[in-house]
């Protein structure tokens, strides 16, 4: 009798949490419940809300994010039909007294001074200027904000993003150290403006990377979709345009960048090439933590150590600089560190030692 | 985002006929925590959930005007992530390197990476959440669709190819077991 009236019960529950059961049925369950109140205490936990709505609902606003990535590479979204990402033989366009360079295909273009007449506006070079709202985000964590404008932005570790009151002003401003995915709401009379480091992007409504962090030589920032401009600090009136699949690196230090082209190796400080992108997985490696993956290609150990650092909350030291300029190329997805060097012993030789979060390289 | 059914099937159009890329978004951002659940319940993989979705979503886009003469959307997906989770994961079988106890852990401990688990959970609900996980394969995704994704019996029976006998018969094995943990304090 008991059993039978449990599994009735058990029966009419389903029914109400599958949306069947109808008035009668839940009037059932409702009389089942007064008359066994032990019946009550299932009852309440399944009827309430397994998972929070609004995590699914961030998340699945950064997995669009990705998934918007892939889809503009594959020219899914242009009218005119996917484009070929094979190499591009295109020289720069000279246009009298202007010197306008875009970054397309695989070629690099090395550039030390663009000229391009732009009026400026003054109101842009606010460095100073108090920004009263801030996110941080500590070593080994990410985080989402949607700022006042619509416009979204993704945190990568240890980094932090200033902005303005953004309902005033002819401008939108931010600031930001570390690394960060923005994508910017369109507002044509109002233009988004990011302060870097020594550079300012001025942006059009678009989706792009940004990655700025204190500890790394370079500064790069990576478009992905829309068109931004780059200005340094130094020199206001000296405009970089990025065309999509256009890459800017800037060297903070007095060291240069190797580039390896068709050409030979060259070295200089500013750098305009293009995103990094494997076909056959549909990724592109500068966006990739926005999956939690870490993706390098040819790059010297020492500045994949730094992006090891941030993700795990590690600390790695190098006995031996050689060490320092071996070069590596890899797809990591959410893997344990060890599985990580064991990866990078297995493709090039290193001796290390983990230490808890103290790493050692020989 | 949260769209009626109504709404659903306009952005579907939209998509099919206009190629609108803001209905596309829509529709992504509507469906994508019910598939990502999906997917995660069958392959545990956090990874492998996210590509899968993404490649199902691709494809819909690239179904273009066929789009159009879709029935019903959430069936066509699900049935989709169904098939492209259980294909992706015994494609992967051999490159599958993560340590099953480490998945394990996953599932228990406070730092999953499931969006489900990133919730502040009181102690019963931890509770039942470990008994869920342990249900068989087959009874817990049954479980989950009706009870965390509210699904009628015959979606569920229409996604899972069973009937609705057997989906009553799994319910009361997970509703007895939870039931019978719940009051063992």
Known sequence: MNNQSEIYFLDLLSLKLSGDANEDQLNELDVLMNENPSFILLHDQMTASSFSEEEASSYADQAYASHYVKMQLKGYFDEKGPKDLQPNFLKPIFAKKKLLLTGMGAMVFVLFFIFYSHIIDTDILKENATYTNEIATKKGSKSFIKLPDGSKVWLNTASKLSYMNFTVGKTREVRLEGEAFFDVAHDSSRPFIIHTGKINIRVLGTTFNVKNYPEDSELETSLIKGRIEVSLNSRPEDIIILNPRGKLIISKKDDKITQTTQDGISENNVVLTSITYFKKDSLVAETSWLSDKLVFVDQPLEKIAHDLERKYVINITFKNPLVKKYRYTGVFDDVSLEKVFELIKYSKNINYKINDREIIIE | ?185
């Open chain 2, 1 to 185: 985002m949260n769209l009626t059914a109504q709404e659903i099937i306009f952005s579907q159009n939209k998509v099919a006929y206009k190629r609108d890329e803001q209905s596309y978004k829509k529709l992504f951002l509507h469906f994508h925590p019910l598939l990502y659940r999906f997917s995660y319940n069958i392959c545990k993989d956090k990874s492998m959930s996210e590509d899968v979705v993404s490649d199902v979503f691709m494809k819909l886009w690239l179904m273009e005007a066929r789009l159009a003469s879709v029935q019903d959307l959430r069936l066509f997906l699900m049935a989709s992530i169904k098939n492209a989770t259980l294909t992706s994961i015994s494609a992967n079988k051999h490159n599958y390197s993560v340590d099953m106890d480490e998945k394990y852990d996953s599932l228990l401990s406070d730092n999953a990476p499931n969006p489900e688990q990133q919730c502040i959970f009181s102690e019963a609900v931890k509770r039942v959440n470990l008994i869920v996980a342990s249900l068989p394969t087959k009874c817990q995704m049954v479980f989950r669709l009706i009870k965390e994704e509210r699904m009628t019996y015959k979606e569920v029976s229409n996604i899972m190819n069973i009937s609705q006998n057997t989906i009553e018969t799994h319910m009361r094995i997970a509703l007895k077991k939870i039931r019978s943990e719940l009051r063992s304090v």
